[in-house]
């Protein structure tokens, strides 16, 4: 059997409006340093060991290059991707598709792509390398798309759920994927909970280039011809110009919903990783410090007669909190946000009404 090449996309584009006002339309999530690194950074040094940096596309946001540059600067300049405009993953992962072929060189027969996005955190790394290789694999050689679903560990409502059903020819980890399901009610994510083959979709992807091409061209025919009038123009005069004007004709489509809930050749492969999307401010409690009483925290801080809160400050100030339980504080030299955890999925809606402010 011939040999394959894996290759590497990050997507570093959004907005991470759940973590304002940390990630800022200036500086996303995926920028941020964590413990002195960006979560990009932690996510390329993730996968080096793997892939070969030269084999890594960083995807992003238009004029977002030079903080991927800042970040990864051992990255060749070729590698970074600059969206005219955000689309969803679908156009990103199909454009990082014609760019393995025209600039990586790649075979679109014998490579096998690996999406990672920019902003999760995997508590098992080399775990989840050994998985990556399973699974590019089984994509190989069984022409699978495949998915890392994460083992649920309580009734979340904020992801999306994969179900499996048995487990694939060929392979005793991968299973065949029967159906997703987008971010359900608690009810029935309580019942995905007792079942114990529904796992969560981590957003990492696996599968050769070819068979991506393909379920595009199937599913997805307008974002495939759109696709190659890009191919054609890399490289030439006409490049700048084509990649808007296609993307200003792209529907802004989830790879999720565009190919994996409708392709009949899809697998998942279960995986613990002690894996967290960071999407919102109570997620962040896994990276910071924290005390008996079930406070997270980074600045400094003391807590009084209170439980369950997080402080992220990043002015320098002494913080005391007394009394309180289920808050979240985040202070920027910017601005400050107090709010109840549950109130954690509104801060989107706050962000963008100061972006509007700002504007």
């Given amino acids: 059997m011939k040999e394959y090449k894996i290759y590497g996309v990050i997507m570093a584009g959004g907005r991470g409006r759940r973590l304002w006002p940390l990630s800022t339309s200036e500086r996303p999530k995926q920028f941020i340093k964590v413990n002195g690194e960006s979560l990009l950074s932690k996510t390329y040094n993730r996968v080096a060991p793997l892939i070969d940096p030269e084999?890594?596309?960083?995807?992003?946001?238009?004029?977002?290059?030079?903080l991927v540059e800042e970040d990864l600067p051992q990255l060749p300049a070729?590698?970074?991707?600059?969206?005219?405009?955000?689309?969803?993953?679908?156009?990103?992962i199909g454009l990082s598709a014609v760019?393995?072929?025209?600039?990586?060189?790649?075979?679109?027969?014998?490579?096998?792509?690996?999406?990672?996005p920019a902003d999760h955190m995997v508590g098992k790394e080399a775990r989840f390398r050994e998985l990556l290789q399973l699974a590019a694999r089984v994509a190989y050689e069984q022409g699978e798309l495949v998915t890392l679903g994460i083992k649920p560990t309580r009734p979340a409502t904020g992801f999306g759920y994969i179900e499996a059903g048995e487990a694939l020819g060929g392979s005793e980890t991968a299973k065949?994927?029967?159906?997703?399901?987008?971010?359900?009610?608690?009810?029935?994510?309580e019942k995905f909970l007792e079942a114990g083959n529904y796992y969560w979709n981590s957003g990492t992807f696996i599968w050769r280039t070819d068979k991506l091409l393909k379920g595009l061209r199937g599913y997805m025919p307008e974002l495939f011809r759109g696709l190659e009038k890009i191919k054609d123009?890399?490289?030439?005069?006409?490049?700048?110009?084509?990649l808007r004007k296609q993307y200003e004709n792209f529907t802004g489509t989830?790879?999720?919903y565009g190919l994996m809930e409708k392709a009949s050749n899809r697998?998942?492969?279960?995986?613990?990783?002690?894996?967290?999307?960071?999407?919102?401010?109570?997620?962040?409690?896994?990276l910071l410090e924290s005390d008996e009483s079930d406070n997270s925290y980074k600045g400094e801080v003391t807590f009084r007669e209170s439980e369950g809160n997080l402080v992220y400050d990043e002015t320098g100030k002494s913080s005391v909190?007394?009394?309180?339980?289920?808050?979240?504080?985040?202070?920027?030299?910017?601005?400050?946000?107090v709010m109840d955890k549950d109130q954690a999925q509104e801060v989107k809606q706050v962000a963008r009404e100061f972006e509007k402010e700002d504007e």
């Avoid at 760019?99 to 990672?116: G, R, T």
Wanted: glycine share 8%; aromatic share 4%.
């Fill in 55 to 66: 084999n890594i596309l960083v995807v992003t946001n238009q004029g977002k290059g030079k």
């Fill in 78 to 92: 070729d590698n970074i991707i600059e969206e005219p405009m955000g689309k969803n993953t679908a156009p990103c």
């Fill in 99 to 116: 760019y393995s072929q025209k600039v990586l060189n790649l075979e679109k027969e014998d490579s096998v792509m690996v999406v990672l």
């Fill in 176 to 189: 065949r994927v029967l159906s997703f399901t987008e971010k359900p009610g608690p009810s029935t994510a």
């Fill in 233 to 242: 123009s890399l490289g030439t005069s006409r490049e700048e110009k084509t």
């Fill in 254 to 256: 989830s790879i999720d």
């Fill in 267 to 286: 697998a998942v492969i279960p995986a613990s990783v002690e894996w967290s999307d960071l999407g919102d401010w109570p997620s962040f409690e896994l």
């Fill in 321 to 337: 909190v007394l009394g309180l339980s289920g808050v979240v504080v985040v202070s920027t030299p910017e601005a400050l946000l």
